[in-house]
């Protein structure tokens, strides 16, 4: 069965990058029709999609914020990691990483990040 984990720093200063990982066990980051992504919430909103990538590597990010973010990954580690930019306040929230395998959904356990000098 698939599990995720996420990790990072839990306070990150304003105009600096976050770095978070997610670290998959019980599958391959590789394997066929899985996609990978990135969603936040941040306090009292909804969830918000940031991005994706998927088997083959291939990335998708949202457009609102495309140009701050990047999605990587370690195959050898069976990792992927999001990279947001210029981080403000209002990039406070708790960061998921998230699994789909068809029509399956696999979450993380999530991790708050504030942003704050």
């Known amino acids: 069965q698939v599990q995720l984990q996420e990790s990072g720093p839990g306070l990150v200063k304003p105009s600096q990058t976050l770095t978070l990982t997610c670290t998959v066990s019980?599958?391959?980051?590789?394997?066929?029709?899985?996609?990978w992504s990135w969603i936040r919430q941040p306090p009292g909103k909804g969830l918000e999609w940031m991005g994706r990538i998927v088997d083959d590597g291939t990335t998708y990010y949202s457009p609102s914020l495309k140009s701050r973010t990047s999605i990587s990954r370690d195959t050898s580690k069976n990792q992927f990691s999001l990279h947001l930019t210029s981080v403000t306040p209002e990039d406070t929230a708790v960061y998921y990483c998230n699994a789909r395998y068809r029509n399956d959904d696999i979450w993380g356990q999530g991790t708050q990040v504030t942003v704050s000098s």
């Open positions: 019980g599958g391959s980051i590789t394997t066929s029709d899985y996609y």
